[in-house]
């Protein structure tokens, strides 16, 4: 609108007698709005402030990955060196290792994490004592209210090769060192992150068996459906869009990993790099360990840029199973 | 009649024999899940001399309350973590539930032609992140936050994109518009609209996120880890992580046997450590029964969208 007045020759304007009384409502409209938008403004504000800081900035911080960075000189002089810590990164063993691992781990745990808990949700739903569910439901849940520091207590507890549970019962003679053992640790990551996350992903599927129309089951069972007919043949197409839903949505943080499961439950243990080591847990300890800010930044650039595409994918084929559970 | 009987009998059988598998398996499973925190505390009942003999086991060989008389010989190291890792969580949860809110409000109303915009800003957040190192970076080179105690409050937890999208969902399903229409008309200014109907009527989801919140702050370690060196701004979570590492260390280096002998002396003991462990995760064990209906809720919002 502006830029229609200012066209108009000034002639042209003081040739209307309404013009001043147009122009005097325009204005107080663009008031009355200011006057309703700006305490908006003003109510976010410090969510935008934070928004900036603590999302934006950071992204800008992947500039960091294509310079050689010298903190004497600070980050802006830095020299650019473009694609060399990358080149340095994927040239050493360790860029393998941990991109192996974030893949195998994140793609056995997400098949294996939805067969046990829709398991979990059919044997939620099939327990006729509703009390006893109701009390069991919160048990199962309970192990994810713990923090990665806690549970690399209880895996201590298990595993200390001197006083451990498991060396203590089951090999008291020949005590087996398992912080010093590679080749343990899938399994036992594998046990831990079931025993953390079961409740959790059960959960969901619980409340979709929940939500089922009760006369299907009634009319399979009149037509004379054993349950594990029914499961088969209602339940389990009735979770399906749920399962493609689930699935999509994991596929599409299959480069991200739990840091503190895979960084703390081993306890940082060198031993154990070639199974226990992931991008997150490489990106800390490049940072913080080996002060190689690099490579560090290298690997972090890698999994976010990896990690919006993947994200950007999932959620175009979620789109195109169900609109209302997309992201965006 | 008969004819009846003999079809459903069986399907019965069949029922009651799926109830009874389900129930035994889900309470192994519940057993499963609850053995771990029974053997801590079994270890913290323990005295150190079976610790030694016995190892780790599910019921004290014998029982002492030793572990719990160290801890209240260390009350002040102990309890500054404590009372710093209470103060961080009421301060983030509160600013957390704040800042969401006042952030969400906005985004649902229909007369703020710029709410898609702020919108797409909070979806893009949630899509892409510039990852640890440049958050690292941020923080430390820009804000200096090292060793103070906003590192442990300010990065990562302040304020999450899922909950503002998830309070924004709630305002636009629950508060009718017309109520603030109505408020508008009778003059009420934004921020009376927010302060006095917005936020009464979304005390659910507010308690929700406010207690994923609390949880996170509660359980937070990474902060103290990347962050913190000093010893006097330990939360529970590091202190206990830091525990852990003295130990680990003292087990692996080289320094001649009777000196680590001395430094380990200088530590908990394998009971009081477990003891520590247990007091961490007492408050959210003694909540848990009466918010837990509200967590399960907030998993099945979350564990879609999130």
């Given at each position: 609108?502006?830029?229609?007045?200012?066209?108009?020759?000034?002639?042209?304007?003081?040739?209307?007698?309404?013009?001043?009384?147009?122009?005097?409502?325009?204005?107080?409209?663009?008031?009355?709005?200011?006057?309703?938008?700006?305490?908006?403004?003003?109510?976010?504000?410090?969510?935008?402030?934070?928004?900036?800081?603590?999302?934006?900035?950071?992204?800008?911080?992947?500039?960091?990955?294509?310079?050689?960075?010298?903190?004497?000189?600070?980050?802006?002089?830095?020299?650019?060196?473009?694609?060399?810590?990358?080149?340095?990164?994927?040239?050493?063993?360790?860029?393998?290792?941990?991109?192996?691992?974030?893949?195998?781990?994140?793609?056995?745990?997400?098949?294996?994490?939805?067969?046990?808990?829709?398991?979990?949700?059919?044997?939620?739903?099939?327990?006729?004592?509703?009390?006893?569910?109701?009390?069991?439901?919160?048990?199962?849940?309970?192990?994810?209210?713990?923090?990665?520091?806690?549970?690399?207590?209880?895996?201590?507890?298990?595993?200390?090769?001197?006083?451990?549970?498991?060396?203590?019962?089951?090999?008291?003679?020949?005590?087996?060192?398992?912080?010093?053992?590679?080749?343990?640790?899938?399994?036992?990551?594998?046990?831990?992150?079931?025993?953390?996350?079961?409740?959790?992903?059960?959960?969901?599927?619980?409340?979709?068996?929940?939500?089922?129309?009760?006369?299907?089951?009634?009319?399979?069972?009149?037509?004379?459906?054993?349950?594990?007919?029914?499961?088969?043949?209602?339940?389990?197409?009735?979770?399906?869009?749920?399962?493609?839903?689930?699935?999509?949505?994991?596929?599409?943080?299959?480069?991200?990993?739990?840091?503190?499961?895979?960084?703390?439950?081993?306890?940082?243990?060198?031993?154990?790099?070639?199974?226990?080591?992931?991008?997150?847990?490489?990106?800390?300890?490049?940072?913080?360990?080996?002060?190689?800010?690099?490579?560090?930044?290298?690997?972090?650039?890698?999994?976010?840029?990896?990690?919006?595409?993947?994200?950007?994918?999932?959620?175009?084929?979620?789109?195109?199973?169900?609109?209302?559970?997309?992201?965006? | 009649?008969?004819?009846?009987?003999?079809?459903?009998?069986?399907?019965?059988?069949?029922?009651?024999?799926?109830?009874?598998?389900?129930?035994?398996?889900?309470?192994?499973?519940?057993?499963?899940?609850?053995?771990?925190?029974?053997?801590?505390?079994?270890?913290?009942?323990?005295?150190?001399?079976?610790?030694?003999?016995?190892?780790?086991?599910?019921?004290?060989?014998?029982?002492?309350?030793?572990?719990?008389?160290?801890?209240?010989?260390?009350?002040?190291?102990?309890?500054?973590?404590?009372?710093?890792?209470?103060?961080?969580?009421?301060?983030?949860?509160?600013?957390?539930?704040?800042?969401?809110?006042?952030?969400?409000?906005?985004?649902?109303?229909?007369?703020?032609?710029?709410?898609?915009?702020?919108?797409?800003?909070?979806?893009?957040?949630?899509?892409?992140?510039?990852?640890?190192?440049?958050?690292?970076?941020?923080?430390?080179?820009?804000?200096?936050?090292?060793?103070?105690?906003?590192?442990?409050?300010?990065?990562?937890?302040?304020?999450?994109?899922?909950?503002?999208?998830?309070?924004?969902?709630?305002?636009?399903?629950?508060?009718?518009?017309?109520?603030?229409?109505?408020?508008?008309?009778?003059?009420?200014?934004?921020?009376?609209?927010?302060?006095?109907?917005?936020?009464?009527?979304?005390?659910?989801?507010?308690?929700?996120?406010?207690?994923f919140a609390a949880l996170g702050y509660w359980n937070n370690w990474t902060n103290g880890l990347y962050y913190i060196t000093d010893t006097k701004l330990y939360t529970?979570?590091?202190?206990?992580?830091?525990?852990?590492?003295?130990?680990?260390?003292?087990?692996?280096?080289?320094?001649?046997?009777?000196?680590?002998?001395?430094?380990?002396?200088?530590?908990?003991?394998?009971?009081?450590?477990?003891?520590?462990?247990?007091?961490?995760?007492?408050?959210?064990?003694?909540?848990?029964?009466?918010?837990?209906?509200?967590?399960?809720?907030?998993?099945?919002?979350?564990?879609?969208?999130?």
């Open positions: 609108m502006p830029k229609l007045m200012n066209t108009r020759s000034p002639a042209a304007q003081a040739s209307s007698p309404y013009d001043d009384v147009l122009k005097k409502r325009k204005r107080a409209r663009r008031a009355a709005e200011f006057k309703n938008i700006f305490p908006m403004f003003l109510m976010m504000l410090p969510g935008i402030i934070y928004l900036v800081c603590n999302n934006y900035l950071p992204m800008f911080g992947i500039l960091i990955a294509f310079k050689k960075v010298n903190f004497s000189i600070g980050i802006f002089k830095s020299p650019w060196v473009w694609f060399d810590n990358f080149r340095f990164l994927f040239e050493t063993k360790d860029a393998w290792i941990m991109i192996r691992n974030t893949l195998a781990y994140n793609a056995v745990w997400i098949l294996m994490g939805m067969a046990i808990a829709i398991f979990v949700a059919l044997c939620m739903a099939e327990i006729s004592n509703r009390r006893i569910a109701k009390v069991i439901q919160p048990v199962i849940c309970f192990p994810s209210m713990v923090s990665a520091v806690i549970l690399s207590f209880i895996v201590y507890a298990f595993l200390s090769t001197t006083y451990g549970f498991i060396n203590r019962s089951f090999f008291k003679d020949s005590p087996i060192n398992w912080y010093a053992s590679a080749q343990y640790w899938p399994f036992i990551l594998t046990i831990v992150h079931f025993w953390q996350s079961t409740g959790q992903s059960s959960i969901i599927y619980m409340a979709s068996i929940g939500g089922i129309d009760k006369g299907l089951y009634e009319a399979a069972r009149i037509d004379g459906a054993s349950k594990f007919k029914q499961i088969i043949h209602i339940t389990l197409p009735m979770l399906r869009p749920m399962m493609t839903l689930m699935l999509l949505l994991s596929v599409g943080r299959i480069f991200n990993s739990d840091f503190g499961l895979f960084y703390q439950v081993p306890l940082g243990s060198g031993l154990l790099y070639n199974t226990t080591q992931t991008i997150d847990t490489y990106v800390y300890r490049a940072l913080l360990e080996l002060n190689n800010v690099g490579m560090s930044s290298a690997a972090s650039v890698f999994q976010a840029v990896i990690g919006f595409v993947l994200v950007i994918l999932s959620n175009a084929f979620v789109r195109m199973i169900d609109k209302d559970s997309a992201l965006f | 009649m008969n004819d009846r009987k003999k079809v459903k009998a069986p399907a019965i059988r069949d029922e009651r024999l799926f109830h009874n598998v389900a129930l035994v398996l889900m309470a192994l499973l519940a057993l499963y899940c609850l053995a771990p925190f029974f053997l801590m505390l079994s270890v913290s009942l323990s005295t150190e001399q079976s610790l030694n003999t016995g190892g780790y086991s599910f019921w004290p060989k014998e029982f002492s309350l030793n572990a719990y008389d160290y801890l209240w010989s260390k009350r002040f190291t102990i309890g500054r973590a404590y009372g710093l890792t209470i103060l961080v969580t009421v301060i983030g949860t509160l600013t957390n539930l704040l800042l969401t809110s006042l952030f969400a409000y906005p985004l649902s109303r229909k007369d703020f032609k710029y709410r898609n915009v702020f919108a797409f800003v909070i979806f893009f957040s949630l899509m892409f992140n510039g990852g640890l190192t440049a958050s690292y970076i941020v923080w430390t080179r820009i804000f200096q936050i090292k060793n103070t105690i906003w590192a442990l409050i300010i990065p990562g937890g302040l304020m999450g994109g899922m909950n503002i999208l998830m309070v924004r969902n709630y305002f636009n399903a629950n508060v009718p518009y017309s109520i603030v229409e109505a408020a508008r008309i009778d003059g009420a200014s934004t921020f009376r609209i927010y302060w006095r109907i917005m936020l009464p009527l979304s005390k659910p989801v507010m308690t929700t996120i406010g207690l529970i979570q590091v202190y206990l992580k830091k525990l852990m590492d003295s130990i680990q260390f003292l087990k692996s280096s080289d320094v001649a046997a009777e000196s680590a002998a001395l430094a380990f002396k200088a530590l908990p003991t394998e009971s009081a450590r477990m003891a520590i462990a247990i007091i961490a995760i007492l408050p959210i064990l003694m909540v848990y029964p009466f918010i837990q209906k509200e967590l399960v809720k907030g998993m099945v919002i979350g564990g879609v969208k999130g």
